[in-house]
């Protein structure tokens, strides 16, 4: 899929997140719709899943049947000029192969994959038989964006534990894939949370840029990684750099971890405080 070229977006981009639901407004589209406004971006979404989970955990899990699902895809690409897409939680095999089938279709500018598989809580998102749908679906969006654990099932390794492995092992994803590689070190047990683009893809040498912040003590982080893809496509739409985007939504990102405890939703990982930049009235202490 081509990249896009220098372009900056001269209006609010209009970005749809195809992900699944979070009703406690954490993670998942209810987070990506919020990350999306927080960039300046015009926010959309598909539901894939309508999943019944609070701060603690999954309860269960309700999937449109793919029929409905296309009807919500194509409804919006009917009508409107997406500018940027963010792919969230897909669950199963018949999920992803709609969405693939549209994105070869409609052929968006701008597509980010955040491979979604096990939440904060344990829970798993994505089926075991899905592994393999989700490896073929990196090879058609623009940039991906594992955590270790995902990193390592997209490259049929063992978990890195140490940051210059989990680089090695974006290097080969990006190179086997063709896709650029966001990987993230929230899992990281230091001191501090790196993140590096990793572009290894069309033989032109490889691309390395680290994104460096230290660790913010706090157990709120639910969906962090949603916010992370969904914010990056909006500013990637807006900039046309992914360095440039990557860069600006990891300062914002920090933010919204350092306000994350201002919020007290909920009694389990809570969400990360997404308007921290715009609520300066309302927090004690800003
Ligand atoms: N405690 C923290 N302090 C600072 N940055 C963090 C912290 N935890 C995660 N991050 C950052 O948040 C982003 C998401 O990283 P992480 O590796 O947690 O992804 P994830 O597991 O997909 O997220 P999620 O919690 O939504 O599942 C990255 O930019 C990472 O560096
Ligand atoms: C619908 C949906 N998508 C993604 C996540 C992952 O987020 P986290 O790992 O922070 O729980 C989630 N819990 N729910």
């Keep these: ?16 997140s195809i992900a699944g639901t979070d009703p406690t407004g954490g993670a998942g589209i209810q987070a ?35 029929a409905f699902l296309r009807e919500q895809l194509d409804a919006v690409s009917d009508d409107v000029i997406i500018d940027a897409v963010k792919i969230g ?18 052929q968006p500018q701008l597509v980010v994959l955040d491979p979604v598989m096990i939440a904060t809580s344990g829970d798993r998102l994505l089926a075991d038989s899905a592994e393999a749908s989700m490896r073929g679906l990196v090879g058609t969006v623009n940039l991906v964006t594992p955590n270790l654990p995902e990193l390592a099932v997209l490259v049929g390794e063992p978990i890195a534990t140490h940051w210059p492995d989990a680089l090695d092992q974006a290097r080969r994803l990006s190179a086997g894939a063709g896709t650029a ?21 069309g033989g032109a040498g490889e691309t390395l840029r680290e994104f460096l912040g230290p660790r913010v003590a706090t ?68």
């Design 181 to 201: 590689v966001l990987v993230k070190g929230g899992h990281l047990l230091t001191d501090s949370s790196p993140d590096a683009l990793v572009d290894a893809a």
């Design 89 to 106: 939680m897909l669950g199963d095999v018949a999920t992803i192969e709609v969405v693939h089938e549209w994105l070869l279709r409609i």
């Design 219 to 286: 157990s709120n982080t639910h969906g962090t990684g949603c916010s992370l893809s969904a914010a990056v496509a909006t500013v990637m739409a807006r900039t046309g750099d992914w360095g440039t985007a990557i860069g600006e939504v990891k300062g914002w990102l920090q933010g919204a971890l350092t306000y994350a405890d201002e919020l007290q939703v909920g009694e389990g990982s809570g969400p990360i405080n997404h308007f921290h930049h715009l609520w300066t009235a309302a927090l004690p202490g800003k």
């Design 32 to 66: 990506d719709l919020k990350s999306i406004a927080a960039m300046g971006g015009y926010g959309m979404a598909v539901v894939t899943a309508l999943v019944a989970q609070n701060t603690r955990g999954v309860r269960s899990v309700h999937t449109p049947p793919t």
């Design 1 to 16: 899929m081509a990249l896009l070229g220098p372009l900056a977006l001269r209006r609010v981009p209009r970005v749809l």
